[in-house]
């Protein structure tokens, strides 16, 4: 007995060793980034065209059921689990309202015979370039099921509204095949970041007019998988962290609603947990939206770049003064969740839960002032806006940085004495007509 467990830890200690290697062997220490291991869910098909993979690695962890919050009749938080609906391929949990009596579920897209997750991923590889016999193999080798070429092409025409990359996907194709379509890079900046950058959607983007001048944002995304500095973001304080408060006056904040919250309504009510909202929203804006190009872009800015904007540009940074005396080395990194060019302008938009609740003014501001930066674009073009399925708020970053300056306008003081051989233009207009002065002739 004693021989046999020695045996044992000796062959746990083996497995254990093996695998540590494998981890290494995928890991770039001097440049902090990951190399994406082969057949992983998403990224791993843009590389590939469809090949299968292991049964371990079949397994889809960001995509589930929902928890319901309210209920859709009466908006009662005032509910409790009835249930399961058992479904061909899936097990639906049924919830009882106690204050209306109706049951309901927390997916309101109802009568599909695939689950909901199987659905979006099958949008979105399509979306990304694939045939439908294609995205019929890779669903096939990811989940096991076999879906019929005519099921994906009408869920493609049901969903069409959701998805304005639809127009767009036959003059990608022409340009670019599915593999080389879509840029990714995974970065571990302190944590895991996947970089997503699609090309092709951003030069058709770029081939509207009001749309130019873009190009310097085109070249940064396209240096970023080689030429990111990594060991500022190991080093910098995160944006998301910053202190500096900016002055909010004369800023106008507009709410409304567009794609971007009916996009998040439509992909969230399949996600189970809430640490993989982020992840299952950019894969589909990323591959579906007309006018997403990147998410996830790392940005970065110096103290020197903050000092020629509060120098040059007179821009008004709050708490640049105190570093600048403490001595301390200003670095602030973050990244950008969702980046968008619309309208002959950059949107910067972060996806915040209960954004009616939330202020990332700060954060969103720092964002556009380090993309600015870097791409040499004006903040003039830059739009800021965060959030959820229900709210969108957006506002302009140069309204909280650069202020209208109160020029006092002093009032013209007139002269109404008369000299010789003038008349004057106050007493020639302000007399009666009767009694209007007529100009002295001196010879």
Not at 45 to 54: D, F, R, V, Y
Not at 368 to 379: I, Q, Y
Not at 397 to 415: A, F, G, M, T
Request: proline share 4%; glycine share 4%; hydrophobic share 35%.
């Amino acid at each position: 007995m004693k021989y046999r467990f020695f045996s044992l830890i000796a062959i746990t200690l083996i497995h254990t060793k093996k695998i540590f290697k494998r981890v290494l062997a995928k890991w770039n220490i001097s440049t902090s980034v990951i190399t994406p291991p082969k057949n992983v869910s998403f990224d791993s098909e843009l590389q590939k065209n469809g090949t299968t993979s292991a049964p371990e690695e079949r397994k889809q962890t960001v995509f589930g059921q929902r928890i319901a919050e309210i209920c859709p009749y009466c908006a009662s938080k005032n509910f409790v689990k009835r249930g399961m609906r058992k479904k061909k391929r899936e097990s639906v949990q049924l919830y009882l309202c106690r204050v209306c009596g109706k049951t309901f579920t927390a997916q309101f897209v109802k009568g599909k015979q695939y689950p909901l997750h199987v659905v979006i991923e099958s949008l979105n590889y399509y979306y990304l370039g694939y045939s439908f016999t294609q995205t019929v193999a890779i669903m096939h080798a990811k989940h096991t099921i076999e879906i019929p070429p005519a099921t994906i092409s009408a869920w493609v025409e049901e969903f069409k509204e959701i998805c304005p990359y639809d127009r767009m996907r036959e003059y990608a194709l022409k340009r670019f095949t599915p593999k080389d379509a879509v840029q990714v890079t995974t970065m571990a900046h302190r944590q895991i970041y996947r970089f997503r950058y699609h090309r092709a959607k951003f030069s058709l983007i770029l081939e509207d007019f009001k749309h130019r001048n873009f190009s310097r944002l085109r070249e940064y995304l396209e240096s970023v998988s080689a030429e990111t500095p990594h060991h500022y973001f190991q080093e910098g304080n995160r944006i998301s962290e910053a202190r500096a408060r900016f002055n909010y006056n004369d800023v106008y904040l507009r709410a409304k609603q567009n794609y971007a919250t009916r996009i998040a309504r439509f992909v969230l009510q399949a996600v189970q947990e809430n640490k993989f909202r982020h992840e299952a929203l950019q894969r589909f804006m990323i591959a579906t939206d007309s006018v997403t190009i990147a998410t996830e872009v790392p940005v970065y800015i110096t103290g020197e770049d903050i000092e020629h904007m509060s120098h040059a540009l007179g821009f008004e940074i709050p708490g640049f003064a105190e570093w600048k005396k403490e001595n301390k080395r200003i670095l602030i990194t973050g990244h950008i969740d969702f980046l968008q060019v619309r309208n002959g302008q950059v949107h910067i938009l972060d996806y915040k839960p209960h954004a009616d609740k939330e202020r990332p003014i700060e954060q969103l501001t720092w964002y556009a002032l380090a993309l600015s930066r870097l791409t040499g674009l004006r903040l003039y073009e830059f739009v800021c806006a965060w959030f959820d399925d229900t709210h969108y708020f957006e506002f302009y970053p140069l309204h909280i940085v650069l202020k209208k300056k109160k020029v006092r306008v002093r009032k013209k003081q007139w002269n109404t004495e008369l000299k010789v051989g003038v008349a004057s233009p106050l007493a020639e207009v302000t007399a009666p007509p009767g009694k209007r002065r007529k100009p002295i002739n001196v010879q």
